[in-house]
């Protein structure tokens, strides 16, 4: 099954989140990027990572551009509540994140997403 990364400095949302997505997924999370990047740095190898956006200490976009250092050939998105900010806009136009993802997610569209990405990564 693939491994999903999720990083969201909310309980209930990675708590939702495992929930919407542990029959097609695994999933793994962290509650800030720094713990994230602690896990990736320690051997875990996801096959795709998704972050919140707005997170104390370590945004998503900065989390993100760390963690492409040691997973450079992982499909990474944004999932966020907000609207899509320059910041969000700069990391698609550089191709760090696959897309931007809104919250509520709509968890048939995100299963087809990811699929897609996995896919693609395999190809």
Wanted: proline fraction near 5%; charge should be negative.
């Amino acid at each position: 099954m693939p491994l999903i990364l999720y990083v969201d400095d909310e309980e209930v949302n990675l708590l939702l989140f495992k929930l919407n997505f542990k029959k097609h997924f695994e999933v793994q999370t962290a509650s800030n990027g720094a713990e994230a990047l602690e896990m990736l740095e320690g051997g875990l190898q996801p096959d795709i990572v998704i972050s919140d956006m707005k997170m104390p200490g370590m945004n998503g976009v900065s989390f993100l551009k760390k963690a492409k250092t040691l997973l450079p050939h992982t499909p990474f998105y944004i999932l966020t509540g907000f609207e899509i900010i320059t910041e969000i806009q700069e990391a698609l136009n550089a191709g760090l994140i696959q897309s931007y993802l809104r919250k509520p997610f709509e968890r048939d569209k995100l299963i087809e997403e990811f699929n897609a990405a996995l896919q693609a990564k395999s190809e």
